[in-house]
């Protein structure tokens, strides 16, 4: 009985972690990609929506971002919830605070 509750414990912990943190189980490689082929067309410098890189935001920033997904729908529509996902972890391990800030895509 008491295995069966340290189990139950252990599982729950792994969940809660890994929804506290937005960015996890993306591809950062493909995000990269992804950012330079999808966003930078009007994210470059002098861009329509204003030059965007990993650095315009903090991590916490880009968490939110991705979670309520403060942006016109329309560009995005191309983009499946793992391009999303993968954008995402590319952005946030280059945001402003992260260990490796970035300022290209
Ligand atoms: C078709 C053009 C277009 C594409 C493609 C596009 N955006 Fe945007 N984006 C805009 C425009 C225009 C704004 C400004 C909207 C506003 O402020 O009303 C904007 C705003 C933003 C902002 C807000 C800037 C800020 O300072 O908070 C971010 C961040 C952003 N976009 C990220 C992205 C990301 C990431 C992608 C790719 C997944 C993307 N955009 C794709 C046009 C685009």
Not at 1 to 17: D, E, G, N, P
Not at 71 to 76: M, R
Not at 79 to 85: F, G, I, R, Y
Request: charged share 25%.
């Amino acid at each position: 009985m008491k295995r069966i509750t340290t189990i139950i414990a252990l599982s729950l912990t792994v969940a809660l972690a890994s929804s506290a943190f937005g960015a996890e189980g993306g591809n950062p490689r493909k995000g990269k990609h992804l950012f330079k082929k999808t966003c930078k067309e009007c994210h470059g410098a002098g861009g329509a929506g204003g030059e965007v890189t990993p650095m315009t935001k903090t991590m916490q920033q880009w968490d939110r971002f991705f979670e309520k997904l403060e942006h016109n729908p329309e560009p995005l529509k191309g983009l499946s919830e793992q391009d999303l996902k993968d954008i995402h972890q590319f952005l946030y391990d280059h945001a402003a605070d992260s260990p490796h800030p970035e300022t290209c895509g």
